[in-house]
């Protein structure tokens, strides 16, 4: 089959292209549990370019080069394909959209619903992933979609949604009428996360992008103020929240400065969720302790909280912006999610 390989890192991005587009072996049945599925979409994330970076490098990778080459490809959707001897609720054809973390299912973490913190692989940082024709996963990680959903279309809730709806869900479980959420980044996750506070709780919803057309997607999303990230957006959420902050800040940038300036937001005794990464967060303790403000971090979330996120998105509540290209143009939209020239998300489709 075909896919887009990563053979070596590059630091400071600064190769003309980072990803091969090649002839590899088509993956196999090798456990009773496997699934092939053959990819509809497969979505394109900054993590990808924080796996070419090698940010990833020393948690997935610490022998130095052994993973590569490497399939990227972590956000995947398709059509099951070909099912191992022990697969009971799936058939061939059928629709699916892959939970990104492959776990056995019998760990502590896993029979908690932590999947995430479980035993396994996330195929497409340690493991082979969905920028290619097929994947192999495991039954225990795919969801069957609803028939008003489409993979491609979907393809990047299974990480992009499902970390945002695991943020903003934790944030609506707390949030009440007359309250502030602060968006920072109404990018690919942004975006979900905008439309999952609309539906599932009355704080009024702020966000802050330094991208003109992020800022009309946060519009058009739900948001009820818009702030254009200029320098002067930790003063201007001052002002809308009565000089408080908000009481739940998702920081979907986590780096060029937003990490002080999300808890600078944070309201006291408030909650500032890290979901981009990239920076240290650095405050002195004593603070922590006067303001009793929560740093939060989320790592994607579990299968469940994937299907809620399917049934907001069947029912028209939460919808994705997306961008198709061809899977041959990889490198060509990995490079515009980095220069900021993607509104919403990018999916590959073989
Ligand atoms: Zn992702």
Not at 134 to 144: D, F, G, H, K, P
Not at 240 to 247: K, N, Q
Request: aromatic letters at 6%; hydrophobic letters at 40%; glycine letters at 12%.
């Amino acid at each position: 089959m075909k896919a887009q390989v990563l053979h070596a890192y590059d630091e400071d991005l600064t190769a003309d292209t980072w990803l091969t587009y090649e002839d590899v072996p088509d993956p196999v049945i090798s456990k009773g549990s496997d699934v092939i599925v053959r990819v509809g979409g497969a979505g394109v994330c900054r993590t990808d370019i924080h796996v070419i970076e090698g940010v990833w490098r020393p948690h997935m990778d610490p022998q130095g080069d052994s993973l590569l080459p490497l399939i990227l490809g972590h956000e995947n959707a398709g059509w099951v394909e070909e099912v191992g001897p022990n697969v009971e609720g799936l058939k061939k054809g059928d629709p699916v959209i892959v939970h990104p973390k492959i776990s056995n299912g019998t760990c502590v973490a896993c029979r908690r619903g932590q999947d995430m913190h479980g035993e396994g692989s996330f195929p497409g940082l340690d493991s082979h992933g969905g920028y290619a024709e097929a994947i192999v996963t495991s039954e225990r990680n795919l969801i069957a979609l609803p028939k008003s959903l489409q993979p491609k279309e979907v393809a990047p809730y299974s990480d992009a949604g499902l970390t945002a709806y695991r943020a903003a869900k934790k944030a609506t479980r707390h949030l009440l009428p007359g309250q502030y959420a602060v968006v920072i980044g109404a990018g690919g996750l942004g975006h979900i996360a905008i439309q999952v506070l609309r539906a599932m709780c009355a704080a009024e919803i702020i966000v802050v992008d330094t991208n003109d057309n992020s800022l009309q997607l946060a519009q058009e999303c739900g948001a009820d103020h818009l702030i254009k990230a200029d320098g002067g957006e930790v003063d201007a959420v001052l002002s809308l929240t009565h000089g408080h902050g908000a009481e739940a800040v998702l920081d979907f940038v986590g780096e060029r400065g937003t990490t002080h300036k999300g808890l600078a937001m944070t309201r006291n005794a408030g909650s500032y969720y890290v979901v981009g990464y990239g920076e240290d967060i650095k405050v002195p303790t004593v603070d922590l302790v006067i303001s009793e403000k929560n740093i939060i971090g989320n790592l994607v979330g579990t299968w469940a909280e994937l299907y809620e996120l399917m049934e907001l998105a069947h029912r028209g509540l939460v919808q994705l912006e997306t961008h198709e290209y061809s899977l041959k143009d990889a490198n060509f939209a990995l490079r515009a999610l980095h220069e900021g020239k993607i509104k919403g998300r990018a999916v590959l489709v073989p």
